[in-house]
């Protein structure tokens, strides 16, 4: 078997070193394959060997930490390199001083989130929960650092095993659509969060004063959030196009008219004929699925059936309102609908929730095994950079651009950016940066050709 890779290890469960193989496998374009053994199991002669365990016993070795549980501490080891306590060893006879795989695997597959789900400490998407306690790791794909080095290490040590170039690097341009007009109930919700901004600001009696003005005119503007071909206009103009994740309204009652989008698309003809002309402009249309649905599978299926409807052909990706993402559920139902989701990102911070620049597939804990349906991580939204109606936040603009230009640093690269469709309004004025990335990273990119 030349063009084999195997490891021998003296680990008892396989399950997720299988995973993160395959998943490096996949994003780094390794060009073989990749068998696990025993340490006691024969080798074939001439077999391309690499250790994995806690001591070591040939040429080439990396350290098994015995799959030590993540603790709240995390230990950055390098500028780009952060690490889980307890995963690393003093013995320089090891290739690194780190267990590569394991700390791959509790990035990727979220075991800190899932752990604490099990304790019924919950994230609801918000980093702020996170049990970790240093959050600007999330600011760094660790999960491609750890592979790019894996590579590094066969390049140099089995110069005979090849890998190609990895996937062209995507940047997903999306925009979510929330309200198409203004309600009560979002402007309640609006006007809570504005008066936080002026509360924030009070040590800053302008900044202040300019971030009233605004809730003030908030609450009296009549402002209209069908802004469509604002959107259109701007990327027909640069030769890209974006996904549109719609919600399709199903359950209706008074929870659903407080949390969910404010429009009903299977009553909404000119929501409709936007869509097909969308999409047939080489748009992408995807599922904005409701609060709910994030833990009803038939829900979700129905809203799923809606959208496909009005559309005249299947809808393939979905993201879930208010990015809810519940671990018992969601993922199980997302790898029962759908092929693609883009929910894994963080309402109050850019980065990377699962230490990932690359589309990957979810892990399953319960099964100890990946998710059939593939996740795009949203790594920017809107809302992460703005932190008030009045300013433009530089340091989180140029802590999103930071995390596009790590992205953009590795293998396979491919990120989700999200703008709400009334982000263009007045009301907040939140596009000009958005243009700004586009212009800077997406087209070059694109090379002059629409994405979709």
């Known amino acids: ?33 990749i068998l696990i053994m025993g340490l006691e199991d024969p080798l074939p002669e001439q077999a391309h060997v690499l250790y994995y365990s806690t001591e070591v016993h040939g040429h080439i070795n990396l350290y098994n930490c015995q799959q030590v549980l993540p603790a709240t501490d995390i230990l950055q ?67 491609n650092v750890l592979f790019s080095k894996l590579e590094q290490l066969i390049r140099k040590e089995f110069p005979q095993l090849s890998f190609g170039e990895g996937a062209k690097p995507v940047i997903e341009l999306a925009h979510d659509v929330d309200y198409l007009f203004k309600t009560f109930p979002f402007m309640a ?22 971030t009233l003005q605004k809730t003030v005119e908030f609450l009296f503007r009549r402002q209209s959030y069908w802004t469509f071909e604002y959107w259109e206009e701007l990327e027909k103009k640069l030769n890209v196009r974006s996904i549109f994740y719609v919600h399709a309204k ?20 000119r929501l409709q004929e936007k869509l097909k002309q969308l999409s047939a ?13 994030a833990v009803d599978q038939d829900l979700l299926k129905r809203e799923k059936e809606v959208l496909e409807g009005v559309l005249g052909k299947p809808v393939s990706q979905t993201r879930q309102h208010w990015l809810r993402y519940v671990e018992g559920k969601t993922p199980f139902i997302h790898d029962a609908v759908f092929r693609m989701d883009s929910t894994l990102g963080w309402n109050d911070r850019v980065g990377f929730r699962n230490g990932c620049s690359s589309a990957f597939y979810p892990y399953d804990h319960v099964h100890q095994r990946a998710f059939t349906f593939l996740e795009i991580p949203q790594v920017i939204m809107d809302f992460n ?57 997406v087209v070059p990119l694109s090379a002059g050709k629409p994405d979709r």
């Not at 013995?91 to 990727?108: G, S």
């Open 250 to 269: 199903v359950r209706r009652n008074l929870l659903t008219w407080l949390v969910d989008p404010n429009y009903d698309l299977e009553h909404y003809p």
């Open 77 to 143: 080891v390098e500028l780009e390199l952060f690490l889980i306590q307890a995963s690393s060893t003093e013995d320089t006879r090891f290739y690194y001083p780190f267990d590569l795989f394991w700390n791959a695997f509790v990035f990727l597959s979220r075991l800190e989130e899932y752990l604490s789900v099990q304790k019924n400490k919950k994230i609801h998407s918000h980093c702020i929960l996170h049990p970790r306690s240093d959050k600007a790791s999330f600011a760094i794909p660790v999960v």
């Open 281 to 293: 402009d080489g748009f992408a249309i995807g599922l904005h699925g409701s609060y709910y649905s």
């Open 385 to 441: 950079i703005y932190q008030s109606l009045s300013l433009e936040n530089m340091e989180f603009v140029n802590r999103a651009v930071q995390v596009l230009e790590r992205a953009l640093k590795y293998k396979s690269a491919y990120v989700s950016i999200s703008w709400h469709d009334r982000a263009c309004t007045r009301d907040y004025n939140w596009h000009k940066t958005y243009e700004y990335i586009v212009k800077g990273f």
């Open 1 to 33: 078997m030349p063009n084999t890779l195997f490891i021998k290890t003296d680990i008892s469960h396989r399950g997720w070193l299988e995973y993160i193989l395959s998943e490096f496998i996949r994003i780094q374009s390794f060009n073989a394959a």
């Open 189 to 210: 919700k609006q006007t809570i969060l504005n008066l936080y901004d002026v509360y924030r600001t009070l040590n800053h009696p302008q900044d202040c004063l300019k």
